[in-house]
């Protein structure tokens, strides 16, 4: 099994940045792709940005391009989340989730979820 344990949230104003951290347990971490979610009061837990077992490539939502940029260090068991220009509707608990490679990244049917991050941007 896989334990993800995510870090970095925090409250912020509007146009700061944050770099949210997800350290995962095991010795085959790079077997699986990895992404952030996040999930406001009253909405669906929805993806923000994913990236393959061997980070060559990357999905973002679109309302997070341009911004947030997702990457990972498999030697050190860790995706990041570095997020700038954060805007009020970005406050959410963001979760770490990793799902084995080969499966589709874009759907939430994740293997092994964090227990989030809160993360608040205020106006």
């Known amino acids: 099994q896989v334990q993800l344990v995510e870090s970095g949230g925090g409250l912020v104003q509007a146009g700061d940045s944050l770099r949210l951290s997800c350290a995962a347990s095991?010795?085959?971490?790079?077997?699986?792709?990895m992404a952030w979610f996040h999930q406001a009061p009253g909405k669906r837990r929805e993806i923000v940005a994913a990236i393959t077992w061997s980070g060559d490539s990357t999905y973002y939502a679109d309302s997070v391009k341009g911004r947030f940029t997702i990457s990972r260090d498999n030697a050190k068991n860790m995706v990041y989340l570095q997020m700038n220009s954060l805007k009020p509707e970005d406050t959410a608990v963001y979760y770490c989730g990793a799902k084995l490679r080969g499966y589709n990244l874009l759907t939430s049917n994740y293997d092994y979820w964090g227990q989030g991050t809160q993360v608040t941007v205020s106006s």
């Open positions: 095991g010795r085959t971490f790079s077997d699986y792709g």
